[in-house]
């Protein structure tokens, strides 16, 4: 069984921090292409950020880009996002999400979430202005 589990959202103040991370468990974690979506009220699911297997390359929306960061840890079957500079736009339901390809990883544009296979409950983010 497929799982992902989103944690470390919550509360915080606009310019703060927080730390996402999804654990993920029931599938071979270095043989997905992970990514973070979210999808605030009223909104369509938008990507966020997208890394390969190893680390080595990753992609970031233009909403994001500079202030969120993108980490694996392949030991650990867990994919981490710092979040940065927070502003209120930020607020929204946070996705972990995998993709199976262990060939591939496309890093000059954003994933659509059709691209996706497994995906987790989300861990909501609000930002305070």
């Known amino acids: 069984q497929v799982q992902l589990v989103e944690s470390g959202g919550g509360l915080v103040q606009a310019g703060g921090s927080l730390r996402l991370s999804c654990a993920a468990s029931g599938l071979t974690f270095s043989r997905y292409v992970m990514g973070w979506f979210r999808q605030a009220p009223g909104k369509e699911r938008e990507f966020v950020t997208s890394i390969n297997w190893n680390g080595g390359s990753t992609y970031y929306s233009d909403s994001v880009k500079g202030r969120f960061t993108i980490t694996r840890d392949n030991a650990k079957n867990t994919v981490y996002l710092q979040m940065n500079s927070l502003k209120p736009e930020d607020t929204a339901v946070y996705y972990c999400?995998?993709?199976?390809?262990?060939?591939?990883?496309?890093?000059?544009?954003?994933?659509?979430?059709?691209?996706?296979?497994?995906w987790g409950q989300g861990t909501q983010v609000t930002v305070s202005s």
């Open positions: 999400a995998g993709r199976y390809n262990p060939y591939t990883y496309r890093s000059y544009s954003t994933y659509t979430a059709e691209e996706f296979d497994a």
